[in-house]
Structure formats: C-alpha cells, structure tokens
C-alpha cells in the first residue's frame, strides 16, 4: 500500500512514452498515453505529430514522459561477448571512445550485446528544447534497445518492425538490427495490448516509467534520477497546494456552520419568554463563543480571501523547470497563533523560497513575476549558492491590492 502511495505521488497513474525519430529528413513524434489500473495497463491515446508544440498541447503539464530518442545521431553496435563488464564491452563495441563525451546504454543477453551512443551535447539540446515548451521528461532511451522491455510480453515472432528498423530475433533476444524505409505499419499483440509498430518504441519507453525496469545499462543513471527527482518536488508542490486551498474552504465552512449553530441557539434563548438566572449565565456563555466564532471567521475569511487561489495559480503556471519549490505561504503570518488574540499576518504578501538549477532562468522567472498585473515588486531575501548546479533562494512578492485580478 505504502509503494503504491509513494509511486502515485512520484508519478501519479498516468505516463507517457515519446518516440523522437526522422522521416524523409522531418521530424516525427510518435506519442502514446498509459493508465495504470489496478495489476493492468491501459491505452488511452496514440498519436502522431511533426511538431514539438502540438505534442505540448496534448500533454499535460503534470504528466511524466519518458523520451527514446531514435534518430541518425545513435549509433548502434553489437558485439558477439558475454562480458558482464561495462566498460570491456563498450571498449570492444567502440575502442577509444571518449566516455566524456558520449552517452551510451548497454543491452547485455546470453550470446551477444548491443552498444547504443549518442553525443551528450546532441540529447542535452535535445532536452533543453522539450523543458523549454515544458514537457516533463523524466527518463530518455538512447536508440531503439529498449524494445527488449516488451519481448516477453509479445507472442513468439522471428522479427519485428519498428518506425525505421527491423528487428531480427531467437528466442526473445535481440540478434540483429537492420535499417528500413517501410512505411507499412504492422500490429503486434502485447500481453492483450493490440500496438501498431510505430508506437512500440514509445510504449516500451513508458512501460520502463510504469513498471520501474529496464534490461539497459547506462552511464546516465543520475541525469535519470535528478529528472524524476525534479519532476517528483514540482507534483508534490501542486499536489499540497491543492491541499491547502482546500483546507482554507473547509475551516471556513466548519466556522460559518458552528457560527451559525450558536446564533441560533441565542436566538432562541432571547425568545423565551421568563429569563432566569441560569439562562442568562447561558446566555452570556453563547454570546462569548458567538463573538469568538465570528473573530475566527473573519479571520479566516481575512486570510483566505478569494484571489489566493488565483495569485497562487499564477505563480505555478510560470515557475520554470530549473526550479524546484520548497515553501510558499501566502499572507504569512507574524506571531503563533493565540487563544483569544488575533490572528496578525503580513497582508498583501507572499514568500517563496526553493531550489534554482539555473542563475539566467531564475532571473527570467522574477521579470516575469515582476511583469504580473497584481505584483506590485518582488524582493529577493536570499540567494545562496550551494554548489556549481544548486543555488537557495527565497524571495518575497508585494501585492498590489489596487490591481484586478
């Protein structure tokens, strides 16, 4: 139950699988949308597109994406060993090559291996640009080798077509990889699943998402782990301040309606038509409780008037995806609450504070909010580096109360 939990608040049951390949020297974006159920995997959506700015259309800005970038730029090598080392077989597959430079994943099987590269300045561009129309990659496939995630689902078959190869097999392992032009489409039966060979690259880049596998082996596990680690704090911030808002109607509501109980109640003692003693010491006590009831209310009404959700909104819609939120309180508050004192806040405010990847985004993040109709400045309270990567900040936004929301 406890990894079930941690795995929705991770990811949430809902993936997408991104296949980045060339045809006749366009680009193509073959997409596919899965929906974990209960022990079962759902199809919901397949499409394809030539641009990046209609797969950010189709894509939610919460929804994770595993990227398999299949384009002339990998390079694909196999290699008849059984080496368990890493290193000897990458230096067999490719001698002298600069580790430095390149990304690779291994795909190590009984009889033979296979050696993906691709540049890293060619997927860091390549990533860049999908952070930059803000879609979520959370984990990228260099070339086609994660297919060998969805062999043991599909019925026994000697070959299988993809969107530029074709794949020879023996025995549900991968002997050899052949480039082609085809643009006949095959339908392949996936453990009940009925997948056009177009989308099985993506549907096996989002199956690695959903089940949390992989055969691959890779020098870039912690480009993986720092992408599901950012896209984790941004879904569990929405997440909370959901939350929050959601807590601020309940406790009014809850007021309003003990407000309201004990109202009626005085009424109703003022009504009677003798008053003794005892009543009147009612009464005094219910006046006190009313009195206090209304104080809280208007307290709470005060804090939790209704352009938060809307101030709130707007500042998560524009944080870039080098920033990760730690904290942010509106109207936050000068002193610890206080039986029978009121509650004193600083009205018109709101602080921030979290994490920045990028000096140059964070700067381009504050002009933005600066720009916002409702933000009368914003004041930056702290900005630590913490490494050559990281940097602390914490920044305050004064409202401008006169604007219109």
């Given at each position: 139950?406890?990894?079930?939990?941690?795995?929705?608040?991770?990811?949430?049951?809902?993936v997408?699988?991104?296949?980045?390949?060339?045809?006749d020297?366009?680009?193509?974006?073959?997409?596919?949308q899965?929906?974990?159920?209960?022990?079962?995997?759902?199809?919901?959506?397949?499409?394809?597109?030539?641009?990046?700015?209609?797969?950010?259309?189709?894509?939610?800005?919460?929804?994770?994406v595993?990227?398999?970038?299949?384009?002339?730029?990998v390079?694909?090598k196999?290699?008849?060993?059984?080496?368990?080392?890493?290193?000897?077989?990458?230096?067999?597959?490719?001698?002298?090559?600069?580790k430095?430079?390149?990304?690779?994943?291994?795909?190590?099987?009984?009889?033979?291996?296979?050696?993906?590269?691709?540049?890293?300045?060619?997927?860091?561009?390549i990533?860049?640009?999908?952070?930059?129309?803000?879609?979520?990659?959370?984990?990228f496939?260099?070339?086609?080798?994660?297919?060998?995630?969805?062999?043991?689902?599909?019925?026994?078959?000697?070959?299988?077509?993809?969107?530029?190869?074709?794949?020879?097999?023996?025995e549900k392992?991968?002997q050899?990889?052949k480039?082609s032009?085809?643009?006949?489409?095959?339908?392949?039966?996936?453990?009940?699943?009925?997948?056009?060979?177009?989308?099985?690259?993506?549907?096996?880049?989002?199956?690695?998402?959903?089940?949390n596998?992989s055969?691959?082996?890779?020098?870039?596990?912690?480009?993986?782990?720092?992408?599901?680690?950012?896209?984790?704090?941004?879904?569990?911030f929405r997440?909370?301040?959901?939350?929050?808002?959601?807590?601020?109607l309940?406790?009014?509501?809850?007021n309003?309606?003990?407000?309201?109980?004990?109202?009626?109640?005085l009424?109703?003692?003022?009504?009677?038509s003798?008053?003794?003693?005892?009543?009147q010491?009612?009464?005094?006590?219910?006046?006190?409780?009313?009195l206090k009831?209304k104080?809280?209310?208007q307290?709470?009404?005060?804090?939790?008037?209704?352009?938060?959700?809307?101030?709130?909104?707007?500042?998560?819609i524009?944080?870039?995806?080098?920033?990760?939120?730690?904290?942010?309180?509106?109207?936050?508050?000068?002193?610890?609450?206080?039986s029978?004192?009121?509650?004193?806040?600083?009205?018109?405010?709101?602080?921030?504070?979290?994490?920045?990847?990028?000096?140059?985004?964070f700067?381009?993040?504050?002009?933005?909010?600066?720009?916002?109709?409702?933000v009368?400045?914003?004041d930056i309270?702290?900005?630590?580096?913490?490494?050559?990567?990281?940097s602390?900040?914490?920044?305050?936004?004064?409202?401008?109360e006169?604007?219109?929301?």
């Amino acid at each position: 139950m406890k990894s079930k939990i941690a795995s929705y608040l991770e990811i949430g049951n809902t993936v997408f699988g991104i296949e980045y390949t060339t045809q006749d020297s366009e680009e193509v974006f073959n997409v596919i949308q899965l929906k974990k159920s209960k022990k079962r995997l759902d199809i919901i959506s397949k499409d394809c597109f030539n641009n990046i700015k209609d797969v950010a259309k189709l894509i939610c800005k919460d929804k994770p994406v595993t990227l398999v970038i299949n384009t002339s730029d990998v390079l694909i090598k196999s290699i008849d060993s059984t080496h368990q080392d890493d290193n000897k077989i990458l230096n067999e597959a490719f001698p002298n090559l600069n580790k430095d430079e390149f990304y690779f994943e291994i795909l190590k099987q009984k009889r033979n291996a296979f050696v993906s590269i691709c540049r890293k300045e060619v997927i860091d561009t390549i990533l860049k640009e999908y952070q930059t129309n803000r879609i979520n990659i959370v984990d990228f496939i260099i070339g086609n080798l994660i297919i060998s995630n969805t062999l043991s689902f599909l019925n026994k078959t000697e070959s299988i077509s993809l969107s530029n190869t074709i794949i020879s097999l023996d025995e549900k392992e991968i002997q050899n990889i052949k480039k082609s032009n085809t643009t006949e489409s095959k339908t392949y039966n996936v453990n009940g699943l009925d997948i056009s060979s177009n989308y099985l690259l993506a549907f096996s880049g989002a199956l690695k998402l959903a089940l949390n596998s992989s055969l691959l082996k890779s020098n870039f596990n912690r480009n993986h782990l720092e992408l599901k680690e950012n896209f984790k704090h941004k879904r569990i911030f929405r997440l909370a301040s959901r939350g929050i808002i959601t807590f601020l109607l309940v406790t009014l509501i809850t007021n309003f309606l003990f407000f309201n109980y004990y109202f009626n109640q005085l009424d109703h003692l003022r009504n009677t038509s003798e008053i003794t003693s005892s009543s009147q010491e009612k009464m005094t006590k219910l006046a006190d409780k009313v009195l206090k009831s209304k104080k809280k209310v208007q307290d709470v009404q005060r804090l939790s008037n209704s352009k938060a959700s809307y101030y709130i909104n707007e500042i998560i819609i524009s944080i870039p995806e080098s920033l990760s939120l730690k904290e942010l309180n509106y109207q936050p508050l000068d002193k610890k609450i206080q039986s029978n004192k009121s509650i004193e806040s600083q009205l018109g405010t709101i602080e921030i504070s979290g994490k920045s990847l990028d000096s140059e985004f964070f700067s381009s993040w504050l002009t933005q909010l600066e720009n916002l109709k409702w933000v009368k400045i914003v004041d930056i309270i702290n900005y630590e580096t913490v490494n050559k990567r990281e940097s602390n900040f914490s920044i305050k936004i004064k409202i401008n109360e006169k604007s219109q929301a």
